[in-house]
């Protein structure tokens, strides 16, 4: 019997091997500005969330006051943008934004509004010291504390999405519009919290998150995904019961005439596997509509 040539061989084994699932994409012009001490991000791909229904439901009949004064300040729309990434080291936030911009337009917008053009050595910042917005083309924008920018805007920074973050996304699949990771842990995160309240006792059982990431697709209706990997097993368990209390809660408080959201909850699965815990809910686009609805009419 004669033998395969080398090359059928290695067609044959190549074609055997398990095709690795798509991973999660973010515009590489994004991750390039991503400040190296990032703990927390979270994004979303703007263009394919527009054309959701949900978010067609949700935003043509709910006013949004933040998104109208910020679209009024700026002449930016949401139809301009394709994504934003939001970042955050734990102290301060800055917010990377493409999509397409009429720049001359919006500069003026801009001044017109209480945000004068400033220099910083070759960049046309606008806003003040402390908080500015800078274009870095017609399809990129930055804004954030000022002190946050200027190490971006002159490449003082290493490029790239921080190595921990960016493994992290890489586990979510290609299809999540809505997107979020967190590195270090809660205790990295500048989060307050009443003294002695409810909130600051959950908080403080929280610091002892790992890291997490969150992904959510809304083509037909809300998929959700969202891991919590802890120090401990006691840990995970503590926000597994946590979550499952959360959902419980709600079922409980669920009016007799509304078993849509009874079906909501029951779509929520919260999972603990030693030190991690998974939230998945696979809601159907039907029970979505009906859940917004009733929402609305609140």
């Avoid at 439901?57 to 300040?73: C, I, N």
């Avoid at 053009?117 to 010291?129: I, T, V």
């Avoid at 401990?232 to 926000?239: G, H, L, N, P, Y």
């Amino acid at each position: 019997m004669r033998s395969l040539p080398p090359f059928l061989i290695f067609l044959t084994l190549a074609a055997c091997q398990p095709k690795k699932p798509a991973v999660l994409h973010i515009d590489p012009s994004l991750e390039s500005l991503v400040p190296e001490d990032t703990l927390f991000v979270a994004g979303a791909n703007v263009e394919a969330v527009r054309n959701t229904t949900v978010y067609q439901k949700l935003l043509s009949r709910v006013p949004v006051p933040q998104l109208e004064e910020f679209t009024q300040r700026t002449g930016l729309k949401s139809t301009d943008l394709s994504q934003i990434l939001a970042c955050s080291n734990g102290k301060n936030a800055i917010l990377l934004a493409r999509g397409k911009f009429n720049r001359a337009d919006l500069e003026k917008r801009l001044e017109q509004n209480g945000a004068p053009p400033f220099s910083y050595k070759n960049h046309r910042l606008f806003g003040n010291e402390n908080q500015a917005i800078a274009f870095l083309s017609d399809s990129t924008a930055i804004a954030g504390r000022t002190a946050e920018l200027q190490p971006i805007l002159d490449g003082r920074k290493t490029a790239s999405l921080p190595p921990t973050l960016r493994d992290l996304l890489r586990t979510l699949p290609q299809n999540d519009q809505i997107y979020a990771a967190l590195t270090g842990g809660l205790a990295g995160l500048n989060l307050n919290a009443p003294d002695n309240s409810n909130l600051a006792q959950i908080m403080q059982a929280l610091r002892s998150v790992n890291n997490a990431t969150l992904g959510m697709d809304l083509t037909n209706g809300f998929d959700l995904i969202a891991n919590v990997a802890c120090n401990t097993e006691r840990d995970a368990k503590f926000v597994h019961d946590l979550l499952k209390g959360v959902i419980g809660f709600g079922r409980l408080n669920t009016p007799d005439k509304q078993p849509e959201l009874l079906k909501l909850y029951d779509a929520i699965q919260v999972t603990q596997q030693q030190t991690h815990t998974e939230v998945k809910a696979d809601i159907s686009q039907d029970l979505a509509d009906k859940f917004l609805d009733l929402w609305l009419k609140r």
